[in-house]
């Protein structure tokens, strides 16, 4: 039983900082792309970045690239995504997703889901 489990989440000031983590468990995820994605109150959902499990390939969404970066600690089965320069916009409920073998921008191609961890912005 594959499970996702994100924390880290919380309010912060603009400008501010945030780690969130990922806890992977349930099967090896050497084959899998780990992404984190999130949603805002009524929008959709949407990609923010993802990271090969061998941490090979990274892709970001234009709106955080430069501020915000993923990263995998393979011995602990953990994803990273940093948050630096916050802003407001950011606010959101993030999600890490797995998705077996290839990378994808895609909601519907990713195969596990976590619960979410909220992260608010203030300004």
């Known amino acids: 039983q594959v499970q996702l489990v994100e924390s880290g989440g919380g309010l912060v000031q603009a400008g501010g900082s945030l780690r969130l983590s990922c806890a992977a468990s349930?099967?090896?995820?050497?084959?899998?792309?780990m992404g984190w994605f999130r949603q805002a109150p009524g929008k959709e959902r949407e990609f923010v970045a993802y990271?090969?499990?061998?941490?090979?390939?990274?892709y970001y969404a234009d709106s955080v690239k430069g501020r915000f970066t993923i990263s995998i600690d393979s011995a602990k089965n953990t994803v990273y995504l940093q948050m630096n320069s916050l802003k407001p916009e950011d606010t959101a409920i993030y999600y890490c997703?797995?998705?077996?073998?290839?990378?994808?921008?895609?909601?519907?191609?990713?195969?596990?889901w976590g619960q979410g961890t909220q992260v608010t912005v203030s300004s």
């Open positions: 997703a797995a998705k077996y073998r290839g990378s994808a921008l895609v909601v519907n191609e990713y195969d596990y």
């Open positions: 349930g099967r090896t995820f050497s084959s899998y792309t």
């Open positions: 990271i090969s499990w061998t941490g090979g390939r990274t």
